[in-house]
């Protein structure tokens, strides 16, 4: 079969879809999931091939290409010449280390990028075994039958069989801004691709009407699969965080090295140094002072948060998007299912003169309904559930003794519905045969269908918003059966009833037409139908996301509901959930009566938007960024992706959205819950934190290291520490303890805090000020050691042992203190620390013990062993560290405080 496939995947739009069924021997009912199996085997997966990736080797050498380390290894090659062997293989061992950190970098950046890209896999809704299912979009076949609504992507090439209002935005491969109408009828042969209207297209967007057809290729045979270059989406781990520290790093080390050269011919040509003793301590003093793990170190921290975010069921598609969380100051949400737990039932059902009370849980199509006088009543419910039933394009499985809901779930709770008054969908189907339907789109807010029973009846069932249907109805059901003329103000007056207890409502209704009638348009419908009642659906909130609310109140974070419903209905779910300004409702018609001016003027004290659109949403974000707000927008529908690309942090629903929102989104919420956006935002501003106490750790330790050089060289001191030690040092500890913080947790006050000012550097002054500070304090905690040890007439090998140990001790020290950047450290869970944190002190620590007492390489590094009292003096040294960093906390605490 795969032959034919191949000798005739060009031609498949110039032939009729009954050839192309048999072709791929199959049929509108589909494949069997057996047939499936074996096609899948023969096929592949239906994904695009990755892109070809440099070999292992290839990538760890690119490790080695930038300057600095071509520095390192001029300077290994020069301390060769000069015979100072032990320097050569300490700057070589450092070179190796930092290739050997990014590599492993590199790796977990693609794992967590390849994380991405799977939880990110689109499904399909398939037709098998006769029956609509879900699958994996990659399991997909040729003769697989595809079901496509408004919203998807399309998942493989299509020949399509049936297409009721399809328009398919295929701008990525034709270029073609304007969405091209499709049918299915066979085209010409050698039709251009932007000519084939009966095909639809992998990677192509739905944006209106429903359609249905068959897999005619996949994979890499599909049209985007010959130009997949075009689709390279997901972005390489950088973010403008990560580029501004790579900029200063460049600049830092021309700093430097500029530093070092003047230093040099300072020292041998003015001071008169010995040049081998000097250019070493000048090799030292470069790679003391510049920070080449910096980088590697805060992409590793921005990795580390992408996974930690994917674990809370928040996918990071824009890495940028970590560090706006951190200072999202609104955050608009939509209610149904992200705000409330998305399982719609039906709670209430009103026919004329007689109101029910319906119970059940979940999609369960099992419940008492209460209420009705007589059998004229549950009659004429019989009628509102065949409408709920048929009028619908839902599906209910029980899997596991569980029943899940398959589509829209305000249509599965119809079924629900139906099933709790004896009705099952499939029966109700065949004994009333759909002919035609006018799929539910957000213009119209209806959807109608055409059936026919077997006794040669034709029926149209409509369900939508009430004040559609009623400008649409000219008559109501009586208790008796028969029909009298509509009350609009009574029936207006039960909707707005149900919407006050926080209940989407949904007017049903019929209408009669002829037998031979098989085709539905929208003037059929417009005029003439019956209304058989109304039903009142339940969404109610989801306990964590009250919790969510509340957080967000006292992180400074304003939350705005934006819905489609009533406004009734929203402001009952917005007090239910805590919305400060609940009572205050403005609806989409209040904004259409707004100008911008207007609009920005009243948008800070409304929390609710009722009846929107998603053009809309658009206007809102716009109003809020008027005030200087970074917004956070959720979106799951075609239409919202101008919305989301506007806000500052698109948001798209990773359950119930749509392809076209995922693209637009900078993340997709895997589980479409509002708790899991402020564990985002939560997360964005740990991973934040985390950047600055890597910064605040790195750089005064680099600091303190070569001011101590470079002082000890200008005034012609003895080098408290040789340059082998200062690169054991920044071998062994500066970067294993850096990487611990990447892992640091969520800070207690995290969401107490206000929102941080996106503009605001990450270098800030008192950053700056707290860098220069705590490198004075290396620098003399360094010094201070070296010349009492002296003082204590200790040789001076056991002098530079006591000062390296030290360095390494203040930094264990500082790493405690840095570790809460708004809290003191001098606490029980302070103290603690993490798993991160023990494991890097364990590897520095039985590093540094080796250093000090292992005698092959106490000679490589001049060391001598340190007595106990030595290194208690030592112990102190790093004690005294931690003691000072709190005092200077607790002060700025203290001026903080006072203003």
Known sequence: MSNVIKASQDDWHSRECADVLADLRSDVQGLSRQTAAERLRDHGLNTLPQPPRQGLMVRFLLHFHNVLIYVLLASAAVTALLGHWVDTVVILAVVLLNAV??????????????????????????????????????SLVPGDVVLLESGDRVPADLRLFKARGLSIQEAILTGESVPVEKGVAAVAPGAVLG??????????????????????????????????????????????????MSVFSRWLTVFILTLAGLILAFGHFVQGQDFSQLFTAVVGLSVAAIPEGLPAVLTVTLAIGVQAMARQHAIVRRLPAIETLGSVSVICSDKTGTLTRNEMMVAAASVTG????????????????????????????????????????????????????????MEAALLAFAGKLGLNQDEAHVSWVRADLIPFDTRHRFMATLNHDHEHHACVHVKGAPETIFDFCHAQRTPDGATVRFDRNAWHAKAEALAQQGQRVLALATMTVAEEKNALDFDDVENGLVLEGLVGLIDPPRPEAIAAVRACAGAGISVKMITGDHAGTAAAIGRQIGLEKADSVLTGADLDQLDDTELAARVLNTDIFARTSPEHKLRLV?????????????????????????????????????????????????????????????????VYDNL???????????????????????????????????????????????MALAFEPTEPNTLRRPPRNPSSSILSRGLVLRIVLVSLLFCTGVFGQFWLALGQGLPLETARTMAVNTLVVMEIFYLFSVRYAYGSSLSLEGLKGTRAVWVALLVVTSLQLAFTYLPWLATWFEAQPLRPAQAMQVLAMGVLMLLLMEAGKSVQARLAGAQ
Not at 380 to 385: C, E, N, V
């Open 622 to 686: 716009k109003a809020l960024q008027s005030h200087g707000k970074v917004v956070a927008m959720t979106g799951d529908g075609v239409n919202d992706a101008p919305a989301l690309k506007r806000a500052d942090a698109g948001i798209a629903m990773g359950r119930g959205g749509s392809e076209a929102a995922k693209e637009a989104a900078e993340l997709v919420l895997l589980d479409d819950n509002f708790a899991t956006i402020v564990g985002a935002v939560r997360a964005g501003r740990t």
């Open 692 to 738: 600055k106490k890597v910064i605040a750790f790195l750089l005064p330790v680099n600091g303190g290291e070569s001011l101590s050089l470079l002082l000890a060289i200008l005034f012609g001191l003895t080098l408290p520490i040789t340059a082998a030690q200062i690169l054991w040092v920044n071998m062994v500890s500066s970067v294993a303890l850096a």
């Open 101 to 138: 950190i990014g590599l492993v970098q590199e790796g977990k950046a693609e794992k967590a990028m390849d994380a991405i890209r799977h939880m990110l896999a689109p499904t399909a809704a398939v037709i098998r075994d006769g029956k609509r299912q879900s699958v994996p979009a990659e």
């Open 195 to 244: 000519d084939r209207s009966c095909m639809a297209f992998s990677g192509t967007l739905v944006t209106a009407g429903q359609g249905q057809g068959v897999v005619v290729v996949s994979g890499a045979n599909t049209e985007i699969g010959r130009i997949s270059s075009m689709l390279t989406r997901v972005e390489a781990l950088t973010t403008p965080l990560v580029r501004q």
């Open 354 to 409: 007689a109101d029910f009370m319906v119970e059940g849980s979940g999609y369960e199509p099992a419940g008492e309904i209460r209420g009705g006088a007589g059998g004229g009543d549950r009659e004429r419910l019989a009628i509102l559930a065949r409408v709920a039933a048929l009028c619908n394009d839902a599906a209910l499985h029980r899997r596991d003794g569980v029943w899940e809901a398959e589509g829209d779930p």
